[in-house]
């Protein structure tokens, strides 16, 4: 036992000096590598929309435009119809997936990250406990399942189907069970750009003409997070995933990854080939949508958002459109038909404001097409 016990010190020992050594990295060098991989230091050329989404492991997508507008920023050459067509062809879907939010998928995705946070999405539905008393969730989701793949349904007609076996349950605690039990994607026309459609679900499987996979281990997506996102620590994925106890993941990854630490003596992963670029390669601006899951992939976001800035893009419930300036949030801006208007937290020097002219003509004319356009800037927030 003594031995056991003195080489267990030893290995413990030997695992803080490693940590003690390991490099430090600071807010500019994590946004250079996170940019990096997200393609906003610079566009690609190469991906296409669909591996586009699976690159980024799914865009959140509560409102329809945020996932074209995020694809925009990030791709070279990118159409609306690229991913339009996508969703028209049933490659991407949109399904409640991560942090039991909407996100736009790729096919193969949704049929396999489902599962992974399915646990997730039972304990949601402790909080609704009281609305459900005398259901049985099993029936209710093989009742579920067999309403909507017979016929595509609102969350409207499925609760009140719901509703007439079960009179005494609350309505929208039906409405939880069936989203939280159920992979339920939104079928088309809603999502297509230009085209306007209710929501109306199926499932997943239904959908795609094939079968979810069964629940995976989180390796695979701890090393595709890390690919995107990286480099991160345990509690960034977790923010991120919407998900507890990932820290065994990391650590059979460990033999496969790199460490670092961040100014805080957070420990960080990644993958040892992943791009880290200098801390001071140039950031062009970047015009994010609201909800971007660049600033929501992070449980310290200070890679991104200066601290002066903590929760400037959020009002109550309301996400703003963020604006990047040297990769860090500057700003936010809002669309009203042919009218950009721009908010910066700080003043710009003029070089500064002609790069974010630049890029706003550039996001325009891919997003809007040709036409007059008429770019303001309102008053610097303080």
Not at 26 to 38: C, H
Not at 139 to 159: D, F, H, N, Y
Not at 341 to 360: D, N, S, W, Y
Request: hydrophobic share 45%; glycine share 8%; with cysteine.
């Amino acid at each position: 036992m003594r031995t056991k016990a003195r080489a267990s010190e030893r290995t413990t020992a030997r695992a803080s000096n490693v940590f003690a050594a390991a490099p430090v990295l600071g807010p500019r060098a994590l946004n250079r590598a996170t940019l990096e991989r997200q393609h906003l230091l610079r566009r690609s050329a190469a991906l296409t929309a669909t591996r586009a989404v699976g690159h980024l492991v799914g865009l959140q997508a509560q409102n329809v435009k945020p996932p074209y507008y995020a694809l925009a920023a990030r791709l070279e050459g990118f159409r609306p119809e690229d991913l339009s067509e996508a969703m028209a062809d049933r490659a991407v879907v949109r399904i409640v997936t991560l942090r039991s939010t909407l996100h736009t998928h790729t096919a193969d995705d949704a049929l396999s990250l489902r599962p992974l946070v399915q646990a997730a999405r039972n304990r949601e539905l402790n909080a609704f406990r009281k609305g459900l008393v005398g259901v049985d969730l099993e029936r209710l989701a093989l009742i579920s399942r067999e309403l909507v793949e017979t016929e595509p349904r609102t969350m409207g007609q499925l609760r009140e189907a719901l509703l007439a076996r079960w009179p005494d349950a609350d309505p929208f605690a039906l409405s939880v069970a069936a989203r939280c039990g159920l992979p339920l994607v939104q079928v088309t026309p809603r999502g297509l750009w230009g085209r306007s459609g209710q929501v109306v679900l199926t499932t997943a499987e239904h959908w795609l003409g094939r079968p979810a996979e069964p629940t995976p281990a989180p390796d695979a997506t701890v090393l595709r997070y890390l690919a995107a996102y990286g480099p991160a620590s345990v509690k960034d994925m977790q923010t991120w995933a919407g998900l507890t106890r990932l820290r065994e993941a990391f650590e059979r990854l460990r033999p496969r990854l790199v460490t670092f630490r961040d100014e805080k003596g957070v420990e960080l992963f990644d993958l040892p080939d992943a791009p880290r670029p200098e801390a001071d390669t140039p950031a062009p601006p970047r015009f994010l949508p609201e909800f971007d899951n660049l600033l929501l992939a992070h449980a310290d976001r200070s890679r991104l958002v200066p601290a002066g800035l903590k929760g400037r893009t959020w009002a109550g419930n309301q996400a703003y459109r963020a604006l990047l300036v040297d990769g860090f949030l500057a700003g936010v801006w809002r669309q009203d038909g042919n009218v950009l208007t721009i908010e910066p937290f700080g003043a710009l020097t003029k070089a500064r404001r002609g790069e974010v002219v630049g890029e706003a003509e550039r996001m325009l004319s891919v997003m809007s097409g040709d036409g007059a356009y008429d770019i303001r800037f309102g008053t610097v927030i303080e």
